[in-house]
């Protein structure tokens, strides 16, 4: 059942259990696709207080990009703009 996790082990269970209900992908308007969808949310809400992502800076997300072009792994900026 989902519930408010507090701890390192609430969250590594709570994900535990949200594994096995995504490899049983219940049907919507299930007991188990209610539950899924409550783990989904209490989990997100205790990753983003416990492990924020914060904005990169502009300037290193500009150099990331510039090089995973390069690589050959997406667009780059001259390419998707110009």
Do not use: Y
Not at 13 to 20: F, G, K, M, N, W
Not at 36 to 61: C, R, T
Request: aromatic share 4%; glycine share 6%.
């Amino acid at each position: 059942m989902a519930r408010v996790l507090h701890t390192d082990t609430d969250h590594r269970e709570a994900l535990a259990a949200l594994d096995r209900l995504m490899e049983i992908d219940p049907e919507s308007g299930t007991p188990e696709a209610d539950e899924l969808q409550l783990l989904a949310l209490v989990v997100e809400d205790f990753e983003k207080e416990h492990f924020p992502i914060g904005l990169p800076d502009p300037i290193e997300a500009i150099f990331a990009e510039s090089d995973s072009a390069s690589s050959g792994a997406s667009a780059g900026p001259r390419q998707t703009v110009g």
